[in-house]
């Protein structure tokens, strides 16, 4: 079999940087309108890094995807595993490898697939938890999946956000205070679940990786170092001070019981609102410039805040943007 039978785990890239990804992806392979061809010159032309191949219950096929990858341009495999009662994603599989989506949440047998994507050194993403049609709805227990799939496109091709995404927000965030204080928190993530032209990139997840592979995109989704934008016309950029210390998204401060300055930039929202969220819920918003970038600073203390991640919203109150919790010591 042929090097260009599947695309390599690791592409040149840029070193330890930002890249951005979709990981939720369907070609005319399983249900998509698409070629595989077709939807890596869309990804490029989104200005993404990577793509994840995801299609219904099934492996990637040999010499379909391994020709479309470069050096700055990672396609991972994976799967989206459609079950009666959720469907979840399968991301870093081995070439070749199927996971079985005949379970459910009454049968307990989950718990086993799960096991065998992490013993590739694969996530688990629940994905689309409140899709609107059946089996969309994710009846599975959180525990036991890695990242959460808070913004799925698919359904947002006229516009860029919907009540469905609202509501999976709502239940992460809400979520947070109490798997942080658990120390099981799972980040969100962003995906387009592209099946037709137009959708690719929208939304999708930045990540910061120390390279451009397939293990370091994972890691860095894993340990919440991402935040998801609706296109790559949006820049941000998220930081918490203290102590003389910095600390990005997912990452934890010590504050030394002193005050937290909490940093926002935003580009490519113009008229929109930053707002501040905390185990207290929203404690600050603010606005943006009606055109060029904006900064907005708020001041907490770990006292005050466990965490705090930020939610960047068009006037039309559309997400633009969101990131993963910085969380404070």
Sequence with gaps: ??????????????????????????????????????????????????????EHNSAAAPGVWGHLAADDFLILLGEEV??????????GLDPGEVVDWNHQVRDGLVDKC??????????????????????GDFMFP??????????????????????????????????????LRTGSWRPAMGNSDTHLEGQIGIPHTVVFAEELSTGAVLAGICAGRSWIAESADVDVSFTAHAAGRVAGVGERLATQGGQVEVHAAVRGVPAGTVSFHTDRGKVHRAPLPD?????????????????VRIEVRHHSRHVAALTNPIILN
């Design 1 to 54: 079999m042929s090097s260009l039978s599947f695309p390599s785990t690791r592409a040149v890239g840029r070193g330890a940087a930002w890249y951005r990804g979709d990981c939720h992806v369907h070609s005319l392979h399983s249900d998509g309108e698409l070629s595989p061809e077709e939807l890596a010159v869309r990804a490029r032309a989104a200005r993404l890094d990577f793509i994840a191949t995801t």
């Design 142 to 179: 959180f525990p036991g999946f890695d990242v959460v799939e808070v913004w799925n496109g698919m359904w947002t091709s006229d516009r860029p956000w919907n009540a469905d995404n609202e509501a999976a927000l709502a239940e992460w965030g809400r979520s947070l205070a109490t798997d």
């Design 291 to 307: 055109d060029g970038p904006g900064a907005v600073q708020w001041d907490t203390t770990a006292e005050q805040s466990a965490f």
């Design 82 to 91: 459609t079950t009666k009662t959720g469907h979840w994603l399968a991301l």
């Design 114 to 135: 799960l096991d065998q994507v992490h013993r590739a050194g694969g996530l688990c993403v629940a994905a689309h938890p409140h899709a609107p049609y059946p089996s």
